[in-house]
């Protein structure tokens, strides 16, 4: 029996989501195929069904993250707004569970061995939230980088540090940066 279109369809973007999570939590590279695939809830076999390989998976899987992101940084429509997402960004929880954040702190680093596909993806992806990081910080281009790297570069410091007391400095430094 067939399945129709949309459950193939629905299939995929569980498999991009979950995926998603365990790469952010585990790391891409180092996760076999059939751990990504168990991340899913599928089979190696389901996962072939739907991508030529984990490379392609895995720009799959940067295009959709960082869609993600830009998506909920275009739901900002105040200060107030901009204050929450700074303060939920620089969080203790959000260096703790890099499975239920931004995918720029975990993956940016594999991104720069992957393949261009992914790369492609990333680029898109990333401008795509510079648009929306220079939307939030009044227009301009420069700035909006500037912030970007502060708060990827703050949260990727601060999970490789063993203390908290220090993570926090990290965290609170960059958000008081990030804030003025």
Do not use: N
């Not at 993600?68 to 997402?85: F, N, V």
């Amino acid at each position: 029996m067939r399945y129709p279109k949309h459950h193939k369809d629905a299939a995929r973007q569980r498999l991009v989501e979950q995926t998603g999570s365990h790469a952010k939590q585990h790391g891409f590279a180092e996760s076999g195929v059939a751990a990504l695939a168990a991340a899913a809830g599928l089979t190696t076999g389901a996962l072939y069904k739907h991508f030529d390989g984990k490379a392609e998976l895995f720009a799959a899987l940067v295009q959709a993250e960082l869609a993600r992101t830009a998506q909920m940084l275009a739901a900002i429509d105040s200060d107030e707004g901009t204050a929450r997402m700074l303060a939920g960004y620089l969080s203790p929880a959000h260096v703790r569970h890099p499975e239920r954040g931004c995918a720029l702190p975990a993956l940016t680093p594999e991104i720069a061995r992957a393949d261009d596909a992914a790369r492609q993806a990333y680029q898109a992806g990333l401008l795509e939230v510079h648009a929306e990081l220079q939307r939030l910080s009044g227009g301009d281009a420069d700035s909006a980088w500037v912030l970007l790297a502060q708060l990827v570069g703050a949260v990727m410091l601060a999970r490789a540090l063993p203390e908290p007391a220090l993570q926090k400095k990290v965290l609170d430094a960059a958000r008081g940066s990030c804030a003025s």
